[in-house]
């Protein structure tokens, strides 16, 4: 059984968003909404990743040296300006639509394994990905005029 390769990647795709998320709150505190959304949002993928613990351990023993070769990393810090909240919101957007659609795969994989506990998990965090990711998204189209069309 491979679960335990894709719940180590979903662990460790959660816990770097939500540290994304924190540095891209401080970078760009300046502006009204962002330190504290996305505070918020790095709590909630701190709690994902709190949820995930128990099935990483259940299925451990499982575990293979593979799981290397499955992450990815697509933050590499902050930027700065209206440009650079945009990219910066962009690479979060990234990575949130990576862990839902590593939450699919789990999803999936729990239906197969019939591990109810397991789906009951995926199903709730599954919907609060998607709301960051109707967030970033609203956020972005928000800072894209200014970003793109008036100078700085």
Known sequence: MHLAHYLGLLHRAQTNLASAFRQVGEAHAEEPD???LCQQQARRCDAHAERLRPFTTRYAQDVATEPDRLYSQLF???????LGLLRDLQDLYLMAAECDITW????QAAYGARDEELLAVVKR???ETAIQLKWLRTRMKQAAPQALVVAE
């Open 34 to 36: 962002i330190f504290h």
């Open 76 to 82: 590499t810090g902050t930027r700065t300006g209206g």
């Open 104 to 107: 699919t795969v789990v999803g």
């Open 125 to 127: 965090c599954e919907e």
